[in-house]
C-alpha cells in the first residue's frame, strides 16, 4: 500500500523529560485545534500554564502504576500509534475497541546518561531507564505514514511552520522525522547496554553498540574526496567535543584529530605543577614543553621543531593568558585549544581572524577509563582507553648506573610524551621539554636516527652548537629488540633511557648501556601507538 503524500493532525500525545519550549509549542497546537495528551510533569506544566490537557489515564481507562512504570504502555495508546489509517481491518479493530487515532507524538526521553554522569546510584540509575519513551517513539516512527514522531526540540518551528500553512506535515519530513525517531531510540540503548558492561565489568558482551550526536557535517573528510561528520559521543569528557569555539573558521576533520591529541597530550601534565604546551603536527607532537610559566613552556616547546610548528595545533594545560597569546599569534597556528583564557588573551586572538580558539573549561582526565572504538574492514576494533603513564608503573632500573634525579624527572617527561607519538616512538627530553622526537617509522633505528637529525637542526635554528640532544633522556615506547637502537641514542649523546623492556635480548640491551655508562629503567609498559 502507497504511503499517503500528507498527515493531517487532529490528536498529539506529548511526554517529554526535557522541556524546553513545550510550553510555546503545546499553546500552539491548541490553538490550531489539536487535542493535546500528556502524563506526568509534562501534563503538570501544560496545566499550569492553561492549556486544556488529556491525561493519559483518562484515554487508556486505566491509571498509572507501579511508581509511573505502566501509563502509556496500552492498546488505546499503541493502537493510536499504530494503526494504518487507510487499512480497513485496522479502522475496524480501532472502532470494535474504541481507538482514536494519535497523529502526533512529542517524546524525548528520560535522562539516563546525565544520571550516570552525576554519579548516581545503581537503583537510581535504572529507574532513569527509559520504557514507554522508546515504545511510544518506535511505534509513531513505525508508521510515519501516517503519524508525525518529534524526539528533539529543534523540531517544533519545522512541524508548526507546516501545520500553520498546510494542516499537516509533508510525508518527505515524516520519514525525516522517523529516521531521527529510531537512531534516537538506538542511541539510547546503546548508553544503557554499555552503562551495564562497566557495571558488570564485561567489556565483551557479544552484541556492543556505539553511538554519538551530530556535531556537524564537515566540508570534507581526511582528504576532498571524502564525506566526513563529527559526532560527540555525549560522555561530556572535556575536549573538542566539548569545547566551545570562540573564534574562526570552522573545524576541518584534520583539525579535529590533531587538536584531540594536543589536548590528551597536554592533559597528562598536571597544570598544579607546571604550565605545559603540546604542539602537534599531524597528530604526532612536534615539541612539548613545561615551566613556571605558559611562555616558558611554550617557548621550549617550540625550540624542539620550529619549522614543524609551523601550521600546527597548539594545546595549553592552564588558561590563555596574554603573555602566552602574544607569542603564539607570531607564528600561523592552526587551533589553539586551552581550558580556559583571559579576556586580554581573546583581545589578543581576535586579531587573528582565521585563527580558531576553543576553550574546554576543563582538562580531559588521562586516567579516565572508557573505550576507544577503530573501523577495520567488515567490523570495529573497541579497546580501554591507554590510561595509564609511567607514573602507575614501579619502575625497575636495570643498569649498573642509577638515574640522577634529574635525570628522573625528564625520564617520565620523555615517557609521557612518547605515549602520544606514533610508533615505533623515540622522544629527547632535556631539561623538562622534547629536543628531539623521532615517530612513525618502521624501524626504532630510524626513529632515533631521525629524532637526533632534527635536534641538530633545532639546535642550528637556535643558533646552538651541536645537537639539543646532547646531555638529554630518551623514552622509547616499546622495547629494544636489539642494541643497534640504543646504539643510536648513544650516538647522539643520551645519558639515560627508559623504556618497557621485555625483549629477548634484554641483556645485550642493557649490558650496551652499562658499557657507554648509561641509566636504564624498565617500566613494564608498552605504549603503541598506530
Same mark, same amino acid.
Given at each position: 500500500?502507497?504511503?499517503?503524500?500528507?498527515?493531517?493532525?487532529?490528536?498529539?500525545?506529548?511526554?517529554?523529560?526535557?522541556?524546553?519550549?513545550?510550553?510555546?509549542?503545546?499553546?500552539?497546537?491548541?490553538?490550531?485545534?489539536?487535542?493535546?495528551?500528556?502524563?506526568?510533569?509534562?501534563?503538570?506544566?501544560?496545566?499550569?500554564?492553561?492549556?486544556?490537557?488529556?491525561?493519559?489515564?483518562?484515554?487508556?481507562?486505566?491509571?498509572?502504576?507501579?511508581?509511573?512504570?505502566?501509563?502509556?504502555?496500552?492498546?488505546?495508546?499503541?493502537?493510536?500509534?499504530?494503526?494504518?489509517?487507510?487499512?480497513?481491518?485496522?479502522?475496524?479493530?480501532?472502532?470494535?475497541?474504541?481507538?482514536?487515532?494519535?497523529?502526533?507524538?512529542?517524546?524525548?526521553?528520560?535522562?539516563?546518561?546525565?544520571?550516570?554522569?552525576?554519579?548516581?546510584?545503581?537503583?537510581?540509575?535504572?529507574?532513569?531507564?527509559?520504557?514507554?519513551?522508546?515504545?511510544?517513539?518506535?511505534?509513531?516512527?513505525?508508521?510515519?505514514?501516517?503519524?508525525?514522531?518529534?524526539?528533539?526540540?529543534?523540531?517544533?518551528?519545522?512541524?508548526?511552520?507546516?501545520?500553520?500553512?498546510?494542516?499537516?506535515?509533508?510525508?518527505?519530513?515524516?520519514?525525516?522525522?522517523?529516521?531521527?525517531?529510531?537512531?534516537?531510540?538506538?542511541?539510547?540503548?546503546?548508553?544503557?547496554?554499555?552503562?551495564?558492561?562497566?557495571?558488570?565489568?564485561?567489556?565483551?558482551?557479544?552484541?556492543?553498540?556505539?553511538?554519538?550526536?551530530?556535531?556537524?557535517?564537515?566540508?570534507?573528510?581526511?582528504?576532498?574526496?571524502?564525506?566526513?561528520?563529527?559526532?560527540?559521543?555525549?560522555?561530556?569528557?572535556?575536549?573538542?567535543?566539548?569545547?566551545?569555539?570562540?573564534?574562526?573558521?570552522?573545524?576541518?576533520?584534520?583539525?579535529?584529530?590533531?587538536?584531540?591529541?594536543?589536548?590528551?597530550?597536554?592533559?597528562?601534565?598536571?597544570?598544579?605543577?607546571?604550565?605545559?604546551?603540546?604542539?602537534?603536527?599531524?597528530?604526532?607532537?612536534?615539541?612539548?614543553?613545561?615551566?613556571?610559566?605558559?611562555?616558558?613552556?611554550?617557548?621550549?616547546?617550540?625550540?624542539?621543531?620550529?619549522?614543524?610548528?609551523?601550521?600546527?595545533?597548539?594545546?595549553?594545560?592552564?588558561?590563555?593568558?596574554?603573555?602566552?597569546?602574544?607569542?603564539?599569534?607570531?607564528?600561523?597556528?592552526?587551533?589553539?585549544?586551552?581550558?580556559?583564557?583571559?579576556?586580554?588573551?581573546?583581545?589578543?586572538?581576535?586579531?587573528?581572524?582565521?585563527?580558531?580558539?576553543?576553550?574546554?573549561?576543563?582538562?580531559?582526565?588521562?586516567?579516565?577509563?572508557?573505550?576507544?572504538?577503530?573501523?577495520?574492514?567488515?567490523?570495529?576494533?573497541?579497546?580501554?582507553?591507554?590510561?595509564?603513564?609511567?607514573?602507575?608503573?614501579?619502575?625497575?632500573?636495570?643498569?649498573?648506573?642509577?638515574?640522577?634525579?634529574?635525570?628522573?624527572?625528564?625520564?617520565?617527561?620523555?615517557?609521557?610524551?612518547?605515549? =602520544?607519538?606514533?610508533?615505533?616512538?623515540?622522544?629527547?627530553?632535556?631539561?623538562?621539554?622534547?629536543?628531539?622526537?623521532?615517530?612513525?617509522?618502521?624501524?626504532?633505528?630510524?626513529?632515533?636516527?631521525?629524532? =637526533?637529525?632534527?635536534?641538530?637542526?633545532?639546535?642550528?635554528?637556535?643558533?646552538?652548537?651541536?645537537?639539543?640532544?646532547?646531555?638529554?633522556?630518551?623514552?622509547?615506547?616499546?622495547?629494544?629488540?636489539?642494541?643497534?637502537?640504543?646504539?643510536?641514542?648513544?650516538?647522539?649523546?643520551?645519558?639515560?633511557?627508559?623504556?618497557?623492556?621485555?625483549?629477548?635480548?634484554?641483556?645485550?640491551?642493557?649490558?650496551?648501556?652499562?658499557?657507554?655508562?648509561?641509566?636504564?629503567?624498565?617500566?613494564?609498559?608498552?605504549?603503541?601507538?598506530?
Amino acid at each position: 500500500m502507497a504511503q499517503p503524500t500528507s498527515s493531517r493532525i487532529k490528536r498529539a500525545l506529548l511526554s517529554v523529560s526535557d522541556k524546553t519550549g513545550i510550553v510555546e509549542f503545546a499553546t500552539a497546537l491548541s490553538a490550531l485545534g489539536i487535542e493535546i495528551i500528556s502524563t506526568g510533569g509534562t501534563r503538570k506544566a501544560l496545566e499550569e500554564a492553561g492549556i486544556p490537557v488529556i491525561d493519559v489515564s483518562e484515554v487508556t481507562g486505566f491509571p498509572e502504576i507501579m511508581d509511573g512504570r505502566v501509563k502509556t504502555l496500552h492498546p488505546k495508546v499503541h493502537g493510536g500509534l499504530l494503526g494504518i489509517r487507510g487499512n480497513e481491518a485496522h479502522k475496524s479493530a480501532m472502532r470494535i475497541h474504541d481507538i482514536s487515532p494519535i497523529d502526533l507524538v512529542v517524546v524525548n526521553l528520560y535522562p539516563f546518561a546525565q544520571t550516570v554522569a552525576a554519579g548516581a546510584d545503581y537503583a537510581t540509575v535504572i529507574e532513569n531507564i527509559d520504557i514507554g519513551g522508546p515504545a511510544m517513539i518506535r511505534a509513531a516512527a513505525k508508521n510515519h505514514g501516517d503519524v508525525t514522531v518529534i524526539v528533539d526540540p529543534a523540531d517544533y518551528a519545522l512541524v508548526l511552520g507546516q501545520l500553520k500553512t498546510n494542516g499537516e506535515v509533508a510525508n518527505a519530513d515524516r520519514q525525516k522525522f522517523a529516521a531521527k525517531a529510531f537512531a534516537r531510540t538506538a542511541a539510547y540503548d546503546a548508553s544503557v547496554s554499555n552503562w551495564f558492561a562497566k557495571e558488570l565489568e564485561k567489556p565483551d558482551l557479544e552484541w556492543r553498540s556505539f553511538s554519538g550526536r551530530l556535531r556537524e557535517v564537515m566540508r570534507y573528510g581526511e582528504n576532498p574526496h571524502q564525506w566526513a561528520a563529527f559526532y560527540a559521543d555525549g560522555s561530556n569528557r572535556p575536549g573538542v567535543a566539548t569545547a566551545r569555539q570562540v573564534q574562526g573558521k570552522t573545524l576541518s576533520f584534520n583539525n579535529i584529530n590533531d587538536t584531540d591529541a594536543a589536548f590528551e597530550l597536554v592533559a597528562e601534565f598536571d597544570p598544579a605543577k607546571s604550565a605545559a604546551v603540546a604542539i602537534i603536527k599531524h597528530a604526532n607532537p612536534c615539541g612539548v614543553g613545561q615551566g613556571e610559566t605558559l611562555v616558558d613552556a611554550y617557548e621550549a616547546a617550540l625550540r624542539c621543531d620550529p619549522v614543524s610548528a609551523f601550521g600546527g595545533i597548539v594545546a595549553l594545560n592552564r588558561p590563555l593568558d596574554a603573555a602566552i597569546a602574544e607569542q603564539i599569534v607570531k607564528l600561523f597556528t592552526e587551533v589553539i585549544i586551552a581550558p580556559g583564557a583571559s579576556d586580554e588573551a581573546l583581545a589578543i586572538i581576535e586579531a587573528k581572524k582565521n585563527l580558531r580558539l576553543l576553550l574546554t573549561d576543563g582538562l580531559p582526565d588521562a586516567k579516565a577509563s572508557g573505550m576507544t572504538v577503530r573501523s577495520v574492514s567488515g567490523g570495529l576494533l573497541v579497546q580501554t582507553r591507554d590510561n595509564r603513564n609511567a607514573d602507575d608503573c614501579e619502575l625497575k632500573v636495570v643498569t649498573k648506573r642509577q638515574p640522577t634525579e634529574k635525570e628522573l624527572a625528564d625520564l617520565l617527561v620523555a615517557a609521557k610524551v612518547a605515549k =602520544h607519538v606514533k610508533s615505533n616512538a623515540i622522544v629527547y627530553v632535556k631539561d623538562g621539554a622534547t629536543v628531539g622526537i623521532g615517530a612513525g617509522q618502521m624501524s626504532r633505528v630510524d626513529s632515533a636516527r631521525i629524532a =637526533h637529525s632534527k635536534s641538530k637542526d633545532a639546535a642550528k635554528a637556535a643558533k646552538i652548537k651541536g645537537a639539543l640532544a646532547e646531555g638529554s633522556v630518551v623514552a622509547s615506547d616499546a622495547f629494544f629488540p636489539f642494541a643497534d637502537g640504543l646504539e643510536a641514542l648513544i650516538a647522539a649523546g643520551a645519558t639515560a633511557v627508559i623504556q618497557p623492556g621485555g625483549s629477548i635480548r634484554d641483556e645485550e640491551v642493557v649490558a650496551a648501556a652499562d658499557k657507554a655508562g648509561l641509566a636504564m629503567i624498565f617500566t613494564g609498559m608498552r605504549h603503541f601507538r598506530h
